[in-house]
């Protein structure tokens, strides 16, 4: 299994996707999961119950994706913010997909349909990054650039780093 963390932009679904896709394997994503979980998007559970409960239903999910996903995981970008994942990634490869602010900025669209970035998400964003980075740096064991790069060229860094 191969996991993919990273702020919100760095491309996880769009490079997991292609992954899996080179790989033969399944591609998962928490935040995926949580919404089927959930039963509505992640937008609604922030404002019906709240991060608190947003996180509770995060650690459920990134734990039963462990331990049931063969293939290429994508985590939420806050998903490391809980010791439990943390921990929990020790003994995978886990690929930090790092990303600075212009790119990231350009990617999420303004924040849209992320609840975290709903007000001022230029500013909001380059916090989140600035909490995160130790974070994703602790849990990685291998970290591949994003900014400018093709997904092709970003799959094609990625591939030799897993142990098959």
């Known amino acids: 299994m191969c996991v993919l963390v990273g702020a919100p932009g760095a491309g996880k679904t769009t490079i997991g996707n292609a992954l899996a896709a080179a790989l033969g394997v399944e591609f998962r994503d928490t935040d995926q999961d949580i919404e089927r979980m959930a039963g509505k998007p992640i937008p ?74 709903a007000i001022n998400p230029r500013a909001t964003l380059r916090y989140l990054m600035e909490q995160r980075r130790p974070l994703y740096e602790e849990v990685a064991t291998a970290t591949v650039a994003t900014d400018g790069r093709t997904r092709e060229e970003i799959v094609a860094d990625i591939l030799p780093l897993l142990v098959r």
């Open 44 to 117: 609604e559970i922030f404002v019906d119950e709240g991060e608190a409960h947003f996180r509770t239903l995060e650690r459920a999910a990134v734990a039963a994706a462990l331990a049931s996903c063969p293939g290429v995981l994508a985590l939420g970008g806050g998903a490391i913010l809980a010791e439990e994942n943390r921990v929990a990634l020790v003994g995978h490869t886990v690929v930090h997909l790092s990303v600075e602010l212009v790119d990231a900025v350009k990617r999420v669209d303004l924040g849209a349909g992320r609840p975290l970035l």
